[in-house]
């Protein structure tokens, strides 16, 4: 289960923003919706303990990463979350093979173990990277450049995966195979994935569960399987009827809003 419920405010000069981000599931992929600057980035680097909130807690399948209340901080190090960022932060001065390692390294300890070197290899072949373990980022493609990302994030071997708009890097002709390819991924590792997005066309190709962000609150949860939608301000249920599948989509396009 992914159980969340974040509070922290942020000072910008004269602009304040406050968060109040709170959702709970047993969906296995979550997406985060809603228009820039609503919290949605914030909520992922709460989870991922890049942020530390004022108040709340994370829990993941169980574990508490963060909870205010119990005084319990996972240094980020150490929370194995895996983070997918939206231009995926590759190093560009070390090849493929070095940033898919990075994950399992730390400043006191550079260099790999056997496992650790073959657990590398396997991440290599798994995303097709082999051919290109020795090349530099730079030279590769906007989906090459995404799976070596994602190969990255799971190294650490993650209880959650965080992917912050994952295509917008894409091009459109792109976008629907690697859509895929995520989804076949996130299957194959069983683990709980949370992605940022503002395309409602992400949402019903990957997420079981959507929740909708406005000005720094959770104010919708839809279910994208069923079109079932929950507010969440006033704690409203609304049942869609049954119908087929194109309907179905374009109901949920509407409830995201």
Same mark, same amino acid.
């Given at each position: 289960m992914i159980d969340i419920?974040?509070?922290?405010?942020?000072?910008?000069?004269?602009?304040?923003?406050?968060?109040?981000?709170?959702?709970?599931?047993q969906a296995r992929f979550v997406a985060l919706y809603g228009p820039s600057g609503a919290g949605k980035t914030l909520t992922l680097q709460a989870i991922a303990g890049l942020l530390r909130p004022s108040a709340g807690h994370v829990r993941i399948d169980g574990v508490a990463l963060y909870d205010a209340q119990a005084?319990?901080?996972?240094?980020?190090?150490?929370?194995?979350?895996?983070?997918?960022?939206?231009?995926?932060?590759?190093?560009?001065?070390?090849?493929?093979?070095?940033n898919v390692a990075f994950g399992l390294t730390t400043w006191r300890r550079h260099r790999l173990s056997p496992a650790q070197n073959e657990k590398v290899?396997?991440?290599?072949?798994?995303?097709?990277?082999?051919?290109?373990?020795?090349?530099?980022?730079?030279?590769?493609?906007?989906?090459?450049?995404? !799976? &070596? $990302? =994602?190969? +990255?994030?799971?190294?650490?071997?993650?209880?959650? @995966?965080?992917?912050?708009?994952?295509?917008?890097?894409?091009?459109?002709?792109?976008?629907?195979?690697?859509?895929?390819?995520?989804?076949?991924?996130?299957r194959q590792w069983g683990i709980p994935a949370l992605m940022i997005t503002h395309d409602a066309e992400d949402v019903l190709a990957l997420a079981d569960m959507a929740f909708v962000y406005e000005a720094g609150q959770v104010v919708r949860q839809v279910d994208v399987r069923s079109?079932?939608?929950?507010?969440?301000? !006033? &704690? $409203? =249920?609304? +049942?869609?009827?049954?119908?087929?599948?194109?309907? @179905?989509?374009?109901?949920?396009?509407?409830l995201l809003g």
């Open positions: 419920d974040l509070r922290a405010t942020l000072l910008d000069g004269e602009r304040r923003f406050e968060l109040a981000a709170r959702f709970a599931t005084g319990i901080d996972v240094p980020a190090s150490r929370r194995r979350v895996g983070y997918l960022f939206q231009h995926y932060a590759l190093f560009p001065h070390i090849s493929v093979r070095q290899d396997a991440l290599l072949e798994s995303f097709g990277l082999s051919a290109m373990a020795d090349s530099r980022p730079g030279k590769l493609s906007g989906g090459q450049q995404q !799976r &070596v $990302a =994602l190969a +990255r994030a799971l190294a650490c071997e993650p209880r959650v @995966l965080l992917l912050d708009e994952p295509f917008a890097a894409l091009n459109a002709m792109l976008r629907a195979d690697l859509r895929a390819e995520l989804a076949e991924t996130c079109a079932e939608s929950r507010d969440l301000a !006033r &704690v $409203a =249920l609304t +049942r869609q009827e049954t119908a087929p599948a194109d309907p @179905l989509r374009d109901k949920v396009r509407a």
